[in-house]
């Protein structure tokens, strides 16, 4: 431990102002909550004016050691590692009873800056006036860099708590806006039934599917997946859901409504982001379906008679090319008794512990055995069977499911 040199009466008043001098400088400048940097000057005069510190450096642990501090010597501390030696200690040590580099015996003693246990930073100090070298003046300069070092945590853990908070809020104003996207109530009348599943991966998903009532005898649905996640996803999918009813009060042709969204999403979309769509029309009088699938997950349409027809024609992804290279509308009967469901490629893309994926044939496999049960009861148990596919496995996508039983 360092020397103890004995202080007169005068020496110890004179320090004891200089101690409160410094502190109340500290302390004025944390409560005007200026930034880390001025902290840091004020903390340099502060040991080199007041109490006559000539050479001084300091690493702070900020995720990695670094130097903010280095006054009074020629050496680029900035550049150097801290020695092992010193990371070890907790106590104030000369550096003479240390196996350091040379450059390190610049400093006559290391002072860790203690918090809750743990070591937030080192000061190394040089030669100070004779009566500030005893043990009580070395404790001022670690009581000073505490409280420093301390309040720059603080202010750094505040700014974090108000970043957090403004995500949290983006995330909740998201969550509503996304929540609003989905249709209210959905039809269980003598014609069809359409029931829907919604599981997000995150708090902020980039699944949507939606319902419009046309006319009396038609009406649309769709299923659609947002690349990416979270904010921008969302802010995309509402732009898509305002894009299509605003497109479907002027036609419902989907050559139109295919071709516009797609203009809609190239103009609006940022970070390369595109949108996977599967669009379809039904009219109750004539069972006619015309879709266009835009690039999304095959929807599996299930006959009576167990067989079943992937409806893949339409177009690419939307987003992607301001004019769609290639459009076309398919038209199709639906047959009594016939079971649709379209969904999300979080359904599909689920692995077993030898990898092997759960897949579109998986799903028809499933579809054929349990097609007689009712849709909330096909969803709880798709859901669950998938979930059961790989029981150590997370889900590692949203999933949405969007069936529609022909009457």
Aim: include cysteine; hydrophobic fraction near 40%.
């Amino acid at each position: 431990m360092p020397e103890i040199v004995v202080p007169t009466v005068q020496q110890e008043l004179n320090l004891k102002k200089l101690e409160l001098s410094a502190l109340l400088e500290i302390t004025q400048a944390i409560n005007e909550n200026l930034p880390d940097s001025a902290l840091y000057k004020i903390y340099r005069f502060t040991l080199l004016a007041q109490l006559q510190i000539k050479r001084l450096v300091l690493f702070v642990h900020d995720e990695v050691w670094s130097c903010k501090v280095c006054f009074g010597t020629d050496e680029e501390f900035s550049r150097c590692e801290l020695p092992e030696e010193i990371l070890s200690l907790t106590e104030i040590t000369y550096t003479s009873k240390l196996q350091v580099p040379r450059r390190w015996r610049a400093f006559e003693n290391v002072i860790p800056i203690m918090h809750n246990g743990k070591v937030l930073a080192f000061v190394l100090i040089g030669k100070v006036q004779p009566y500030y070298t005893n043990l009580e003046a070395l404790n001022f300069v670690q009581t000073v860099s505490n409280i420093m070092l301390v309040a720059i945590q603080n202010h750094k853990m505040a700014k974090q708590r108000l970043a957090q908070e403004s995500i949290r809020r983006e995330i909740e104003i998201a969550r509503e806006v996304q929540s609003m996207l989905f249709p209210k109530s959905l039809p269980n009348d003598k014609d069809v039934t359409i029931h829907a599943s919604y599981i997000p991966h995150s708090s902020i998903g980039g699944d949507y599917y939606d319902f419009v009532e046309i006319d009396q005898d038609q009406f649309l649905f769709c299923v659609a997946d947002v690349s990416g996640k979270g904010v921008p996803a969302s802010l995309l999918m509402s732009n898509f859901q305002a894009g299509l009813r605003t497109i479907l009060r002027q036609t419902s042709d989907l050559n139109t409504v295919v071709a516009e969204l797609n203009n809609l999403i190239y103009r609006n979309a940022i970070a390369e982001k595109f949108i996977t769509a599967f669009l379809a029309v039904y009219n109750r009088k004539t069972r006619e379906l015309c879709y266009v699938n835009a690039g999304h997950n095959s929807p599996i349409l299930l006959y009576r008679s167990n067989e079943h027809r992937l409806l893949t024609e339409g177009c690419t992804m939307l987003g992607v090319f301001d004019v769609l290279p290639f459009m076309s509308v398919t038209r199709i009967q639906v047959p009594e008794h016939s079971v649709l469901l379209c969904y999300t490629d979080g359904l599909t893309e689920v692995f077993d512990a030898e990898e092997a994926e759960y897949g579109i044939e998986g799903t028809i496999k499933f579809m054929q055995k349990h097609r007689f049960v009712s849709s909330r009861t096909l969803h709880m148990q798709l859901l669950s069977e998938i979930n059961l596919y790989n029981e150590e496995a997370t889900f590692s996508d949203d999933i949405t499911l969007l069936s529609c039983r022909f009457k």
